[in-house]
């Protein structure tokens, strides 16, 4: 069984400026670096002010990245929003970052009206068809 966790928290730099764009690049290439070969998927949606990141993976390897995310100073406000078990992935890779519209217009105080299943539909509306798993 695969867990899938789903949190939101609020960027400490401007994740639109020139240095936010270099860090998110850094974000994506730790993604990258810690997911395996595979065991670890997810995508990381970027809205105005605030991020939201699905991870998916065996609970055990999924641990470890979740404390480095947490201790992690380029966030703030951190709040797990869902972590359940799943038969089957949703996402192929790690470390795609996503810019949906649908989030740009959405403010970190009204994220907490949002369930998992909120995430999980605005990543799937707005990333390409290859990262999709199993469709
Ligand atoms: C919003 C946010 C999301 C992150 N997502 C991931 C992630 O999915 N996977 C990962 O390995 N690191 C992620 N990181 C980076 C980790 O917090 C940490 O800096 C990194 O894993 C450390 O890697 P290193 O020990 O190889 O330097 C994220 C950081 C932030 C601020």
Known sequence: MLTQLVYTCRPRFDARGEDGNRILREIAENARQHAGSGE?????LVGGDWFAQI???E???????FNR????ER????????MRLTQQRQFDSSGAILHPDEASTLAHNQLAQLGADDFLKIAAAS???????GQ
């Open 69 to 72: 995310i947490l201790s992690d």
């Open 127 to 133: 990333l390409p068809s290859s990262e999709k798993s």
């Open 55 to 57: 991870l998916e993976g």
């Open 59 to 65: 609970a055990s390897q999924l641990r470890p990245v």
């Open 40 to 44: 670890i998927s997810g995508v990381t």
């Open 75 to 82: 966030q703030e406000s951190l709040r797990l929003v869902d």
